[in-house]
């Protein structure tokens, strides 16, 4: 057997890897700087987080980063924010998961509130040549992130092949049960046909998170889905029924995004508590702000009839619709570590691995590239943010700004 360097024997429990720790605060203001520029939805924002986290902070690897992200295709709730804040949890622990949660969401939040409150000017946002440029720069940045997630992920045709597969089922079915789908697929195939080669002996993260927390956050997970029916019926309450209902949408919702919206419109609208109308007008203002769709639940709390309305209402349901997605990362986490290292599963999430770089080629196409680009224009400014970002290498802010500045002058 390999002998360890140095040589020390391996540690009882899983340590911090080269990364190292940081601060709550440094952990902030990374994420709002993708809270304030990170546009064109949760796919994209995978793209923006790997060039973040893995290129240029180097706070995990390639492989760290392509599980985190396999992992939390699978949970419920909004994906792209778990990952946001599973990263927290790595960098900063408890403190840096909410740091990393508030740095992302509560801009496009707090815009979403001033929205609903009728700020001078916002209304006529979504359709400007600015967030047209955004929108286009998202194919940019998760195209990259597709190449490069492909060349790590894909080495052999087999896991090559396995990755054009997953994006074919997800272009036939683009539901969630497609992507559900081709992620079973890929960890069916790769646990049966992939044999990959021994790793050397290798220090794992550390989430910070014990086995006994993670029970108790999958306890609270089911607690509040089963009881706050029960509250809300037995009690006749307006709010405990907005509670109610949003965290329902942020506990059944797999992949996030676009999917919470009918759940959502099913629990503010048949009942009178936000029109049709201004639910509508919400959701194309939700098009033009960074961050995640989740936030949407801002704006309906500000919007809502009842008895905490404007801000406050829309701070509270906010919270509300991300509790369920970070208890089950919660849970989750403390047996990740553990499972992951064993060769059966090393080869099922090989193939998951796979089946995700497909998932996002797939996505590439529809809804980034097909809600983006319509003109020789659009396709000129997205093929030089590519290669701005994949051979000049530079900063995807900057990146981000020139494209807003172009869409601006090309409206």
Not at 21 to 39: D, I, K, N
Not at 313 to 339: E, H, K, S, T
Request: aromatic share 8%; net charge positive; proline share 6%.
């Amino acid at each position: 057997m390999r002998a360890m360097t140095p040589p020390e024997p391996p540690p009882a429990t899983i340590e911090e890897g080269t990364a190292g720790r940081g601060s709550a605060m440094e952990v902030l203001r990374a994420f709002l700087r993708l809270g304030l520029t990170s546009f064109g939805g949760p796919v994209a924002h995978l793209g923006y987080f790997r060039a973040e986290f893995v290129e240029r902070r180097r706070w995990l690897d390639e492989r760290g980063f392509s599980e985190l992200v396999a992992l939390c295709q699978f949970l419920p709730g909004p994906a792209s924010s778990q990952l946001g804040m599973a990263i927290g949890l790595l960098r900063a622990r408890w403190l840096g998961a909410l740091a990393a949660w508030a740095g992302f969401t509560l801009p496009s939040a707090l815009a979403l509130i001033a929205f609903a409150y009728g700020v001078s000017g916002v209304t006529g946002v979504a359709a400007s040549g600015a967030v047209h440029g955004l929108k286009v720069v998202a194919v940019a940045v998760v195209a990259q992130a597709v190449w490069a997630m492909a060349k790590a992920l894909c080495p052999d045709r087999a896991r090559a092949g396995l990755a054009i597969a997953a994006a074919l089922l997800t272009l036939v079915l683009p539901s969630t049960a497609g992507q559900v789908g081709a992620i079973a697929l890929g960890a069916l195939v790769g646990w049966r046909l992939l044999r990959l080669a021994p790793e050397p002996d290798a220090v794992h993260e550390a989430f910070g998170v014990s086995r006994r927390a993670g029970w108790v956050a999958l306890m609270l997970f089911a607690t509040l889905l089963v009881a706050l029916p029960l509250a809300a019926a037995a009690s006749g309450s307006t709010l405990l029924s907005s509670i109610d209902g949003f965290y329902r949408a942020g506990a059944l919702v797999f992949g996030g995004g676009h999917v919470v919206l009918p759940l959502l419109q099913t629990t503010v609208v048949p009942g009178g508590a936000v029109s049709n109308a201004s639910f509508l007008a919400g959701y194309g203002a939700a098009q033009a702000v960074p961050g995640p769709l989740f936030s949407f639940a801002a704006y309906l709390g500000a919007v809502m009839a009842g008895p905490l309305p404007g801000w406050a209402g829309g701070m509270l349901l906010l919270v509300v619709i991300f509790v369920p997605g970070f208890l089950v990362l919660v849970a989750a986490l403390p047996f990740w570590d553990a499972l992951r290292r064993r060769p059966a599963v090393r080869a099922a999430m090989a193939g998951v691995n796979a089946a995700v770089v497909g998932i996002l080629l797939s996505a590439l196409y529809d809804p980034v590239w097909t809600g983006a680009i319509a003109t020789r224009a659009d396709f000129g400014l997205a093929l030089a943010a590519f290669a701005l970002l994949q051979l000049a290498r530079w900063s995807p802010l900057a990146v981000v700004a020139l494209a807003a500045a172009a869409g601006a002058l090309l409206a």
